[in-house]
């Protein structure tokens, strides 16, 4: 699925710089959130669902997900993020890599043991 944004503020920001404080409260994007919620909540329903979120540079996609991420990470979602970039020379897999590597240094062996039981081939491809 494709959503394409608006900007609120007609804005566009320079590269991402850590704020220092928590980001002010999310302007808007009700449509959005209720859209993707809706399936987080069918995910959570055994459905595996995946999103594409595209807009142009600065337009709120990094702002919304992080908004995404807190909502379902109260509710008891474990959040992965990776990121890849145009550059060349990137390896394949990237994100799932960056996101299932992180992943794996804070688990304790034996969850990971038992999530790694639930699909061996597709990890061992990813993560050989
Ligand atoms: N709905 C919103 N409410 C409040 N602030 C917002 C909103 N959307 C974006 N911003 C702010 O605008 C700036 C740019 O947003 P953001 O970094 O999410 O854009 P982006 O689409 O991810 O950009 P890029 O394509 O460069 O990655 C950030 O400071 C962000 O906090
Ligand atoms: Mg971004």
Redesign the pocket.
């Known amino acids: 699925m494709t959503a394409k944004?608006e900007?609120?503020?007609r804005?566009?920001?320079g590269?991402?710089i850590a704020p220092l404080s928590p980001?002010?409260?999310?302007?808007?994007?009700q449509r959005e959130l209720i859209l993707v919620m809706s399936h987080y909540e069918a995910a959570k329903g055994g459905h595996a669902h995946a999103l594409l979120l595209a807009?142009?540079?600065?337009?709120?996609?990094?702002?919304?997900?992080?908004e995404i991420a807190r909502r379902t990470a109260q509710d008891g979602a474990i959040i992965l993020r990776g990121g890849a970039s145009q550059a060349e020379g990137m390896p394949p897999y990237l994100p799932f890599v960056e996101a299932l590597g992180r992943y794996i240094q804070v688990t304790p062996l034996d969850q990971l043991r038992t999530h790694v039981a639930a699909a061996p081939q597709v990890l061992a491809t990813l993560l050989p």
């Open positions: 944004y900007n609120p503020q804005a566009r920001s590269p991402s980001p002010a409260a999310i302007v808007g994007r807009g142009e540079p600065g337009i709120g996609k990094t702002r919304l997900l992080d």
